[in-house]
């Protein structure tokens, strides 16, 4: 038979390395190639994750691309049969991965612009991958801004993290809660109250978005309301997939596929496009 | 086209050796008047003139279920697995055949699909004029009545025992042969295959498309709010059947199993329908097409113009499979793409 024998459908190995949680429900996950080359990923693709005799799920990658490093970082909310087997790895368990796979936060167009992150719940793990590569190349960048909204106090996650770029000079940071408790000090509502608060130069300014599907509606609402272009805003769109590779159906918003087009999308691209938001 | 004279009683020997090599696979009478692709073997009577094959031949290249990788749980290591057995489809009507070459395209598009190329490649086609057309059929209307690709051979009986068989493959013609020399065919034959053709073509236009099939596409970028979605699916029980029995749906779920001394395991890929509810759904319950009425627009826009705009044909080759398997009747692509037509030409 003249076709190669390679199938697209077999994962690589990768061993786990570190375990952190990060919220009652949400832990980082730094997985190791074993093939001991780096992912060679981009910030807001994702990677297809196999738990052996359990199932495979689409992660988005959160650490930024370094090819120095054959390490790679996911934060995963425990949720379905998949996630909820992962919370129990223990470091040095094997692991299943295939990808990288969609698109990306073009880098390029965000240098030497200001960007202006929109963080929304589990939002901030795809848009970290972006951030720490900006932080990394800081010189390159102009300001930095990060929005940061979390349904309540106890769902925050990257605590730590985001109070050392607050204090920091390289980042302003703005979060929210949308429900407070007695523990919380800071500003409440919904992300979206927080956009107005900024002062951005829209005609110099990139938005990455990535929020749960109710967030996308209001918050690209008050993007254009405050003069930012439909094509300086990208988003990253959540579907159901299974394939990883244009073929299984689940993914389709319309006639695109979330895992080829997609998952990171210039907002021009899907204004027309009926399901996308 | 190198074309070939066959008589009948030169066929069973042909079939005969083709088994030897090939699972054989010819359309014969099933229960109920219906007909299917069933094994050859001695003493199955082909149905020539069959009108419809009641399931899909998807199954031969995509199979409902297909190991994909298979694991070594206690070592977690993975391998693939690959399965093509060597296969004949005799009697392939030209809509079906347009079926096959439009999943072809789709599987080869981007991360080619090895799964399903490994079987395509096993498989040999032998197309069939259709001598009869099914009540819920319109293939004719949807330019899916002629086929220029996509099979070895293809056969066209020109009389009680007479075939006049087109070559459209070297191993197709190299079967053909494999049992001596046969006579080319005459000027006459060939004739009488085009005639034969055209027959069949204007007896498909009795139930039809009541406008070019090319308007489709155009048509639909106009209908997202019909209110023909909403009166459609509100009788939609999300049963899948017109997925399962459609020669162009082909997406899939993967999903694994693990023995019971949880030693091995198997990643397998199994047919499912966006018309299923739970298609679009995500862990935390959220489902992006959660009501039946995007669930029905999502398939009718597929079949009329996301594939279209994709690959420069329509989804839906108007085998009208779909009618006959859906258990509302709301199934039914002529109908709604005549409906939205008609309701078109009122506006502006």
Known sequence: ?????????????????????????????????????????????????????????????S???????NNFELAVRKIGAVTGIMHDLKVGDKVGIRGPY???????????????????????????????????HRDEFGRIILLVGTRNPKERIFID?????????????????????????????????????????????????????IMYKFCLGECLKIGIPSNRIYVSLERKMKCGLGKCGHCQINHLNACIEGPVFQYNQIESVEEAI | MTAYTVYLEQLHAMLAAWSKEHQ?????????????????????????DYDLAYNTLKRYFLPPKEDLVVFDLAAKTAEMVFDAPKQLLFGVHPYDIRGINQLDQIMETG????????????????????????????????GAGEVDRGFDLFWTKTGPSTFLVEVGSMRGEKMLLAAGELTPASAGAREAARKAHLKIMEMGRSNALNFDWKQVPRLLDKCWNSPLWQKKAELCLACGSCNLVCPTCYCFDIREEADELLQKGVRFREWDGCMLTSFALVAGEH????????????????????????????????CGRCVRACTTNIANPREVFNTLWEASQHED
């Not at chain 1, 650490?63 to 490093?69: F, V, Y």
């Not at chain 1, 969609?102 to 939002?123: M, Y």
């Not at chain 1, 300014?205 to 990535?210: I, P």
């Not at chain 2, 696979?25 to 009577?45: H, I, L, N, Q, S």
């Open chain 1, 63 to 69: 650490s930024a691309p370094i090819r120095e490093s």
């Open chain 1, 1 to 61: 038979m003249k076709i190669k024998e390679f199938s697209a459908y077999l994962p690589r190995p990768a061993t786990l390395k570190v375990k952190k949680e990060l919220s009652e429900l949400v832990t980082l996950f730094e997985f190791e190639n074993d093939s001991g080359r780096p992912l060679m990923h981009k910030p807001g693709q994702f990677i297809m994750l196999s738990v052996y005799g359990v199932g495979e799920a689409p992660f988005s990658v």
């Open chain 2, 287 to 318: 489902n992006f097409r959660a009501k039946a009425l995007e669930r029905y627009r999502h398939r009718y826009m597929r079949k009329g113009k996301y594939i279209y705009d994709r690959y420069g044909e329509l989804g839906c080759i108007g």
């Open chain 1, 161 to 213: 993290q985001l109070a050392e770029l607050a204090s920091g000079k390289d980042v302003e940071v703005l979060e929210t809660v949308d429900v407070p408790d007695e523990t919380w000090k800071g500003h409440c509502g919904v992300i979206t109250t927080l956009i107005p608060k900024v002062r951005i130069d829209p005609d110099k300014t990139n938005v990455a978005m990535v929020g749960p599907p």
């Open chain 1, 102 to 136: 969609g698109s990306f936060f073009p880098i390029q167009k965000f240098v030497g612009q200001d960007t202006l992150f929109i963080a929304g719940g589990l939002g901030y793990i795809p848009l970290r991958s972006l951030l720490h590569y900006q932080l990394k």
């Open chain 2, 24 to 48: 054989v696979y010819v359309p014969t009478a099933v229960e109920g008047g219906y007909f299917d692709f069933k094994p050859w073997r001695e003493g199955v009577e082909i149905a020539f």
């Open chain 2, 111 to 142: 991360a080619p699909d090895q799964y399903y190329l490994h079987r395509r490649d096993a498989t040999v086609v032998f197309g069939l004029t259709p001598m009869r057309v099914a009540e819920t059929a319109f293939w004719s209307s949807m």
